[in-house]
Nanobody
């Protein structure tokens, strides 16, 4: 299973970006997937998740601004980000849980496969 994250870049505060995670070796529609992020000097933190059922859930810090979605035809999971803030600056990682056991998985250890990360920089 391989995950390839893309779409990061530099944006001014208030701007938007869409990240994409292309998955090979596993069908996203039968997996639980998520986006995490890690800012310099901080631990990796949960951002958004989509369950095998299609249900989504978010960290409080991004609710109303970020949207996670799954494209079964392309086998990708996207993260649309609007109203970006400087505190959103981080390396963003997509993750896949092959067990697809459902529920809300906020911890990195719940995911077996990870993409390489894509950097998002939000300037004030």
């Amino acid at each position: 299973v391989q995950l390839q994250a893309s779409g990061g870049g530099w944006v001014q505060a208030g701007g938007s970006l869409t990240l994409s995670c292309a998955v090979s070796g596993r069908t996203v529609s039968i997996s639980d997937m998520a986006w995490f992020r890690q800012a310099p000097g901080k631990e990796r933190e949960f951002v958004a998740g989509v369950r095998r059922s299609g249900g989504t859930y978010y960290a409080d810090s991004v609710k109303g601004r970020f949207t996670i979605s799954r494209d079964n035809a392309k086998n990708t999971v996207d993260l649309q980000m609007i109203s970006l803030k400087p505190e959103d600056t981080a390396v963003y990682y997509c993750a896949l849980d092959i067990t697809a056991s459902g529920g809300n998985k906020y911890y990195a250890r719940a995911y077996e496969y990870w993409g390489q990360g894509t950097l998002v920089t939000v300037s004030s």
